[in-house]
């Protein structure tokens, strides 16, 4: 007898001869059910805007919420041994010479493979949002005192130079067992509003970020491991605009999280779960 027959009936003997066919047709209808959720191409059925995005990738293959344009073939896929939430969560697999790119201006070659938010949900100057989102470290990650971002926000720059080679306006950085969140606001202005040591293998880290993205004091962003607030900065949070600097007058923002380091000979895996990005109210930043 099935699990279903003895939960209904209460005990582990046979059922009632009339109600063995309703009991065949309720099991049917389950297995029925569980397969539509396993093969279903979309879990996350609410349509993403620009406001509000949400990934908990429980689909079977990766959603439109991304852009697979910054990580060679097979270097994400939708997994269920490790997750977060959910039955699912994405795998991101670096290998060596992975989307290599030449080093310029004296800087290191790099690799990387990240998820990008498709460019349909950029955000907005000046617009408060909060993102969410969760890590997993293997126990064996490697600890490597190398450059190396796991997740970051990039200002659109809409040509080559002057801003294309430009850091991320924010930034968080796994270097050397440190956890840092930086912040890259012109040629002299880099800063680290975060940096302690911590061991993030093993386990899920969720993060927060609350951040207005502008270029002068109105900037704003606070930060979250797990329960703790380990930034909370006012100030400006993008490269100024215009035409010397490349970044066009109101500027916007995407992000990006997965694995982008200096070019190394091990491999190197991370899991995400949970992404979600939303506007707040207009005051929700002071």
Same mark, same amino acid.
């Given at each position: =007898? ?12 046979? !059922?009632?001869?009339?109600?063995? &066919? ?14 539509? /959720? $396993? ?6 059925? #609410?349509? &993403? ?9 429980? !689909? ?45 201006? @004296? ?16 955000? %907005? ?18 600890? /490597? ?8 926000? #990039? +200002?659109?720059?809409?040509? #080559? $130079? &002057? ?12 270097? @050397?067992? +440190? ?13 680290? &509003?975060?940096? $302690? $040591? ?15 993205? *502008? ?24 490269? *100024? ?15 990006? =999280? ?18 979600? %990005?939303?506007?707040?109210? !207009?005051? *929700?930043?002071?």
């Amino acid at each position: =007898m099935n699990n279903l027959e003895t939960r209904r009936h209460g005990s582990t003997g046979a !059922a009632p001869r009339a109600t063995r &066919p309703l009991t065949l047709i309720l099991t049917a209808a389950a297995v029925l059910l569980a397969w539509r /959720v $396993a093969v279903s191409p979309a879990q996350d059925v #609410k349509p &993403p805007t620009p406001g509000e995005v949400y990934d908990g990738f429980e !689909a079977a293959e990766l959603g439109s919420v991304w852009d697979t344009s910054k990580f060679e073939p097979g270097a994400v896929t939708i997994q269920s041994d490790v997750v977060r939430v959910g039955q699912r969560a994405a795998r991101v697999v670096l290998r060596p010479g992975d989307f290599y790119e030449p080093g310029s201006n @004296g800087d290191p070659a790099t690799e990387r493979a990240e998820l990008m938010e498709s460019r349909t949900l950029i955000s %907005k100057e000046g617009t408060p949002y909060e993102y969410t989102f969760s890590i997993f470290v293997p126990k064996d990650f490697p600890i /490597v005192p190398v450059r190396l971002v796991i997740a970051q926000w #990039k +200002q659109y720059c809409p040509g #080559k $130079a &002057p801003c294309s080679d430009d850091s991320p306006v924010l930034a968080v950085r796994y270097i @050397g067992g +440190q956890l840092r969140i930086t912040q890259a606001l012109g040629p002299d202005r880099r800063t680290q &509003p975060y940096r $302690a $040591a911590h061991d993030l293998r093993g386990k899920w880290s969720d993060f927060k970020f609350n951040v207005r993205f *502008a270029p002068d004091e109105t900037g704003r962003v606070e930060a979250w491991l797990g329960d703790t607030r380990i930034v909370d900065y006012r100030g400006t949070t993008a490269y *100024a605009e215009g035409p010397a600097s490349g970044y066009p007058t109101p500027s916007v923002f995407y992000f990006k =999280m997965g694995l982008y380091r200096d070019v190394m000979a091990e491999p190197m895996t991370l899991y995400f779960d949970e992404y979600r %990005k939303r506007e707040l109210a !207009a005051g *929700a930043l002071p």
